[in-house]
């Protein structure tokens, strides 16, 4: 099931949202369930779709309080480009560290780390991540905690991944190496649904 992106006229109003939103965030944490995969102690994706990134929309325009068209619209232009196009996967990536100064520490550590995560389709080589399209989330000092990633997938990658291929990922940074060389069904079942 290939998505598409936001249309404005399909978003609630805010008064609609307001009466939705405990069963629409209910759903919408069920559903981020399969589709969040932790990456080692302290690397967490979450691979978005439509339903996580209209869920994102509606809450920024909640908690912003914003109704007039170009306030809708800045958030559409925002979040649409991180709805997966049916040739690949995408993911926000979260650094986490609990204590302050092992976040400052891991970041400068970790500098280029969003460019050294993969997935893996069966038996094909790793694609690496196309990491911060919309703005530069590193300095000279550190990388950021978040970071937004796509995985380009060539057309047999898609084949075999909707046939029933496993799906690795992992990263491979100098500072920090995880892997996973299948993710559990449920989890490559919902990323399937991401590709044409």
Avoid at 80 to 108: C, H, W
Avoid at 132 to 152: C, G, I, P, Q, Y
């Amino acid at each position: 099931m290939t998505q598409g992106k936001i249309a404005r006229e399909s978003l609630l109003t805010l008064e609609a949202y307001a009466k939705e939103r405990p069963s629409f965030r209910a759903r919408v944490l069920d559903h981020k369930r399969a589709r969040t995969v932790h990456l080692g102690e302290h690397i967490t994706l979450v691979f978005e779709d439509e339903l996580t990134m209209r869920y994102q929309i509606q809450e920024m325009l909640r908690i912003e309080k914003t109704f007039e068209e170009q306030g809708i619209q800045d958030e559409l232009d925002a979040y649409n480009p991180l709805v997966p196009d049916g040739t690949n996967f995408k993911a926000s990536m979260l650094i986490e560290y609990e204590d302050v100064d092992a976040r400052r520490q891991a970041l400068a550590r970790l500098k280029g780390i969003e460019a050294r995560v993969w997935v893996q389709a069966g038996g094909f080589e790793r694609v690496y991540a196309i990491a911060d399209e919309d703005l530069d989330r590193e300095n000279e000092d550190k990388t950021s905690a978040v970071h937004f990633l796509r995985f380009e997938l060539a057309p047999a990658m898609i084949e075999a991944l909707k046939d029933g291929a496993p799906l690795g990922l992992g990263v491979d940074h100098p500072h920090y190496r995880a892997e996973i060389p299948a993710v559990g069904e449920a989890t490559r079942k919902a990323l399937a649904e991401d590709l044409a």
